[in-house]
């Protein structure tokens, strides 16, 4: 499943870097699939939506930091742990239920996120 960052986030954007798919954001920032991925064209989102890869979509926060679900992967195929988890002083980098997957899964979203 993905990563969720909770309303307990201190804002120290110590998530921000280390996340290998971009997909972490800081409150207020417009998000796209392409930001920091190699995908371009048309891409299927989670919800079975087409959009543009350099589509720009409101943020998810204004508050705080946060992950997108459609860029998330868990950190499968890069580190044996999400990276946002790992680095988060006051852990509120968690799993998110709303977004369950399975490994196999997310590694699928990996290859889509990163074609070779």
Known sequence: MAIK????????GACEPECPNNA???????WAIADGTTVKGSITLMDGSQVDANERFAPISVDTYYIV?????ECQGF?????CAAVCPV???????MYQETVDEL???KEKLHIM
Request: aromatic letters at 2%; proline letters at 9%.
């Open 24 to 30: 972490i954001y800081e409150g207020g920032v417009e």
């Open 69 to 73: 679900p459609n860029k998330c992967t």
């Open 91 to 97: 852990d509120c980098c968690v799993p998110d239920e």
């Open 5 to 12: 960052i909770t309303d307990e986030c201190i804002n120290c």
């Open 107 to 109: 590694m699928a979203k």
């Open 79 to 83: 580190h044996e742990e999400p990276q």
